[in-house]
């Protein structure tokens, strides 16, 4: 894991005696943002230099599955064709709701309102989708099927507060090849309109004058300092922090819970939020952390029940099980625990690292063998089989069709422990911004010349209890447009 989480300082513009490069637009960062933030400014007329340290396009958006959270305006045809019908508003308070207590109304209103408008674009890119739909509960199906659900969209509280509609849509791509398939297209899209890829070349700190304006940046490039002059804006796409063992622990000290399971493509080490910081930007809800887990496939096992080492329910398992994390990381003790009978149990994925604890005739033994209080795991199965038999859950609001009474021996109890089982995570707060991709600074005036999207900036997905999947790249490839689209319009006569 990288180190250091201190601001990274510019290099003054008075010590630059002469530019080796120029671009209207400098991205730092060649994966789904940086790639949507080039074809944007490339297409607007600006010149468009890119900065990439890997030794090629992708980064942690080219390992996804490439789902992308889309819907409103009447639906997208994947979703008319599947007989749902989106409506704007219902996808806007999901977003809402999903952004949680600080949602960024603008941002979510913009995002709802053009979702469409980005799928076309999308699929003029050549971005390969196919109009169909998979119900049930699926993370990744690999089949090439487009529509899935990909959240909470229908399990409490979100069933109440907007329609339920299914909104992540994956690309034509048979396997888990989504996402390079979604940033190559795109990158060969940047590069047909005249952007500039730089590969091995890393970006480390920005030039700003003494006003804190940014002019361009410094990176090495082949192991060579260079000075890159951005005319009208340098945008940050450079990921998250995943991978800054000091920012995770100055930050989302939550992480030492977790076994090390960052998800990233190698290079999340946050240089993009620290060079930013350098210049005086805000990072806001830099403690919200996406992690999940994975309890299924098989889907039988959304019938079961969650319990904390106290033997406590506490969430309604048929939530997305993004935040069914969140919410096992928020029970006391790191014991967590999926309770199963015969007729649902399947052997949980290798993945998932999910491993039987205890198997008995009744919960009684089944309570004894995890060494729980006496009474404790039996009424709370007792108080949920009584209600599950009559299709309903009173205290968590689980809909009726993933209820099931847990009576049909033998029973057993999964371990889905904290730092054991698989909770895979990446950062979600990042750099400030307004949703043309302007960073604010700390005293939230733009700094001019600096643009960010994607997980360097905290854009639509900034609480981990609210996210869905898709939400990631949705936001990525929307608010990397919009950055690409306001840098090239910064650029002298753009
Ligand atoms: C297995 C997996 C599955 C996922 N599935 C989904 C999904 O289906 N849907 C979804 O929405 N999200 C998904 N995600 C999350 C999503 O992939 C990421 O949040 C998203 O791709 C981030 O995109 P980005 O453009 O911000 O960053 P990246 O794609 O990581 O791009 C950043 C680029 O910047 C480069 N870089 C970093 N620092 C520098 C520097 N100093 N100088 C130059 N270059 C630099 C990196 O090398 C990288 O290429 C998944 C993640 C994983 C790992």
């Known amino acids: 894991?990288?180190?250091?989480?201190?601001?990274?300082?510019?290099?003054?513009?008075?010590?630059?005696?002469?530019?080796?490069?120029?671009?209207?637009?400098?991205?730092?960062?060649?994966?789904?943002?940086?790639?949507?933030?080039?074809?944007?400014?490339?297409?607007?007329?600006?010149?468009?230099?890119?900065?990439?340290?890997?030794?090629?396009?992708?980064?942690?958006?080219?390992?996804?599955?490439?789902d992308i959270y889309l819907g409103g305006g009447g639906g997208t045809p994947a979703q008319?064709?599947?007989?749902?019908?989106?409506?704007?508003?219902?996808?806007?308070?999901?977003?809402?709701?999903?952004?949680?207590?600080?949602?960024?109304?603008?941002?979510?209103?913009l995002y709802a309102d053009s979702a469409l408008d980005h799928f076309r674009w999308l699929t003029e890119q050549g971005i390969p989708y196919r109009d169909t739909y998979l119900p049930g509960k699926r993370m990744a199906p690999g089949t090439g099927d487009c529509l899935i659900w990909s959240g909470s969209e229908d399990a409490w509280p979100f069933n109440v507060e907007a329609r339920p509609c299914p909104r992540g849509h994956l690309p034509e791509v048979v396997g888990e090849m989504g996402g390079r398939v979604l940033v190559e297209t795109l990158a060969r899209r940047a590069e047909a309109l005249g952007a500039r890829p730089y590969f091995d070349a890393r970006a480390s700190a920005l030039v700003a004058d003494e006003a804190g304006a940014v002019h361009g940046v410094a990176a090495q490039i082949d192991g060579e300092w260079r000075?890159?002059?951005?005319?009208?804006?340098?945008?940050?796409?450079?990921?998250?922090?995943?991978?800054?063992?000091?920012?995770?622990?100055?930050?989302?000290?939550q992480v030492a819970r977790l076994a090390d399971d960052p998800l990233s493509a190698g290079y999340d080490d946050g240089s993009g939020i620290r060079m930013a910081q350098g210049v005086g930007a805000a990072a806001i809800h830099m403690d919200e952390l996406?992690?999940?887990?994975?309890f299924y496939p098989p889907e039988s096992h959304v019938k079961g029940i969650l319990v904390n080492e106290r033997g406590q329910r506490f969430i309604n398992e048929d939530a997305y099980p993004g935040r069914v994390a969140i919410h096992c990381l928020r029970q006391v003790g790191d014991r967590i625990y999926l309770l199963?009978?015969?007729?649902?149990?399947?052997?949980?994925t290798e993945l998932s690292r999910i491993e039987i604890a205890a198997v008995?005739?009744?919960?009684?033994?089944?309570?004894?063998?995890?060494?729980?209080?006496?009474?404790?795991?039996?009424s709370t199965v007792a108080v949920h089989n009584r209600h599950a038999a009559r299709g309903e859950d009173p205290l968590f609001h689980k809909t009726a069709k993933w209820l099931k009474s847990l009576d049909e021996p033998p029973f057993?109890?999964?371990?889905?422990?904290?730092?054991?089982?698989?909770?895979?995570?990446?950062?979600?707060?990042?750099?400030?911004?307004?949703?043309?991709?302007?960073?604010?600074?700390?005293?939230?005036?733009?700094?001019?010349?600096?643009?960010?999207?994607?997980?360097?900036?905290?854009?639509?997905?900034?609480?981990?209890?609210?996210?869905?999947?898709?939400?990631?790249?949705?936001?990525?490839?929307?608010?990397?447009?919009?950055?690409?689209?306001?840098?090239?319009?910064?650029?002298?006569?753009?």
């Open 340 to 348: 199963v009978d015969d007729a649902i149990f399947e052997q949980p």
């Open 412 to 494: 057993a109890a999964l371990a889905c422990h904290i730092g054991q089982a698989y909770y895979p995570f990446f950062t979600l707060g990042g750099l400030h911004t307004r949703p043309t991709g302007e960073v604010l600074g700390v005293d939230d005036a733009v700094i001019a010349g600096l643009y960010a999207a994607g997980r360097t900036a905290c854009g639509l997905p900034r609480s981990a209890e609210g996210y869905s999947s898709g939400m990631s790249l949705g936001d990525c490839t929307f608010f990397g447009r919009l950055a690409g689209r306001s840098a090239a319009g910064a650029a002298p006569g753009g």
């Open 1 to 66: 894991m990288a180190a250091g989480n201190a601001p990274t300082r510019p290099v003054p513009l008075r010590e630059v005696a002469h530019w080796d490069l120029e671009a209207d637009v400098v991205i730092v960062g060649y994966g789904s943002a940086g790639a949507s933030a080039a074809i944007e400014a490339a297409a607007a007329g600006a010149s468009v230099l890119i900065l990439e340290v890997a030794s090629g396009s992708g980064g942690t958006s080219a390992m996804a599955g490439g």
């Open 80 to 109: 008319r064709r599947a007989g749902f019908e989106d409506r704007t508003e219902d996808f806007q308070r999901y977003m809402m709701l999903a952004g949680g207590p600080d949602a960024d109304a603008e941002r979510v209103r």
């Open 290 to 294: 996406f992690t999940t887990l994975p």
């Open 227 to 253: 000075r890159v002059r951005a005319r009208g804006g340098v945008i940050l796409c450079a990921g998250g922090f995943v991978l800054n063992a000091d920012m995770l622990r100055r930050y989302a000290p």
């Open 360 to 378: 008995g005739g009744s919960w009684e033994e089944i309570e004894r063998e995890l060494g729980m209080v006496e009474g404790t795991l039996v």
